[in-house]
């Protein structure tokens, strides 16, 4: 089944003009990975440029890594301190990402 999410049907079209050598070597790949031409192009640019991390999902992975190091780790003290130095990493880099969008505004 298809992630509709990933490939929502109301895409706009985008015409690419390819020219035939290279047209050649896609159909090739995407007959080889048992594939359209469309899918082998989708997964092309994906792996050329890959989703960025979201943040949310890095906040996410940060406090799950909180709760397991504070219950696996007996030296609490260091913990905590290595924590509290990736937290601030993690606000700077937000600051970073908005200063960033805002002057794309």
């Known amino acids: ?6 490939y929502p049907t109301r895409i706009a079209p985008y ?5 035939p050598d290279l047209k050649v070597r896609i159909q090739t790949a995407a007959d080889a990975n048992s ?9 092309a640019l994906e792996e050329k440029f890959p989703a960025q991390p ?5 906040e996410s992975s940060l406090v799950l890594l909180k709760f397991a ?12 301190m290595a ?6 990493d993690l606000k700077d ?13």
Do not use: F, W
């Not at 924590?83 to 601030?88: H, M």
């Open 54 to 58: 979201q943040l949310s999902n890095v």
């Open 69 to 80: 190091l504070l219950r696996d780790n007996p030296d609490r003290a260091k913990t905590l």
């Open 83 to 88: 924590l509290r130095e990736l937290e601030e």
């Open 35 to 43: 594939r359209t031409m469309h899918s082998e192009i989708l997964a």
């Open 15 to 19: 015409g690419l003009r390819i020219p």
């Open 1 to 6: 089944m298809v992630d509709e999410s990933k």
């Open 93 to 105: 880099l937000k600051k970073h990402i908005y200063r960033g969008l805002k002057a794309e505004d």
